[in-house]
């Protein structure tokens, strides 16, 4: 009887020492995760995924890295172009974190209200401004005090032009993902949002990102990042009957000492497209010229001629201007 129970002591020694190094590893953290998800258990999900951290990587791949790699762009579409795209980020990593939390817990969250995007008409004059302009009054024909006032309102003026254009260029941006419908860019940001998880799952299904395509882990490698930090790369097969091959998906997750293993970002995504030989970078720089598109040097210049007229609006700048004898 004693030596009966000193293998079974073994064996539930020997799995139970199996299953802890289980826990401790990479694979693991997706496990939980996935039961945390179906079992909608908020708490687990959460030291299992950093929601935050894969969701604003998530927008920074898919919206943000294409956007500010448009070529040709001149130092001002740019400016106007990181405003747009800073607004339009800020609200798709709000809506994207918003329906991860619904999707675990629909107790959570009462149900989402949505309500058409509203979008000002578009016009395709050129877009006016210029910020050198700003400096066109002599400083030493000033006093420090009229100058700061003149500054101060041009500042304002300037500020609210760019403002507007920033707008505008966002504007474009939603026109142009409803006008087209069949990009890839066109199907992810432009439809409705409840009908968003809809089109991501029929979209997932024709890549090939669904259970039924799923081929299995093809490799998982971890290092030291020092300070006793540790990043894993795992990479999972799928196979996409759109291009008739397999691709890999590769997920980092991060660890800091003896703490659990965190989902932290999906880490191949332009890979990912290259392999489903998809111009998704391609077709976001076509949105960011099109939505950019009049916003020239010529037209910046002349956008100058109405933060002129606000310096001779103003009573307390049209005073100063006549007493420099400056004339706009």
Known sequence: MRKVFSILFCFVFFFSTLYF????????????????????????????????GLVRSLVEDLLVKPAYSTPGLTSFQTEVLRGAVAVTAEGLYRELRGGVYRNLSVSYFSPAKFSPIEFSPIKFSPIKFSWQDLFFLPAYAAGGDDLKTLLNVAGHAANDSLRR????????????????????????????????SQVLGALLAELGLTIKDFKGLDGCSIHSTGNDNEEAVVSFRFYSPKVGRDFLVKILLKKHGWEPWQIARLDNVSEVFSQLELDYEGEIHALMRFSLDGMNQRGVDEEMTSVKEELRRNQGTKAILDRLKIKL
């Open 165 to 196: 254009m920033k707008m505008v260029a966002q504007d474009r941006m939603i026109y142009y993902l409803r006008s087209h419908p069949q990009t890839l860019a066109g199907r992810l940001l432009a439809c409705p949002p409840e009908q968003r």
């Open 21 to 52: 190094l289980w826990t401790t590893t990479p694979l693991f953290a997706f496990q939980e995760a996935i039961f945390a998800l179906k079992d909608h258990d908020r708490e687990t999900f959460e030291k299992r995924v950093d929601v935050d």
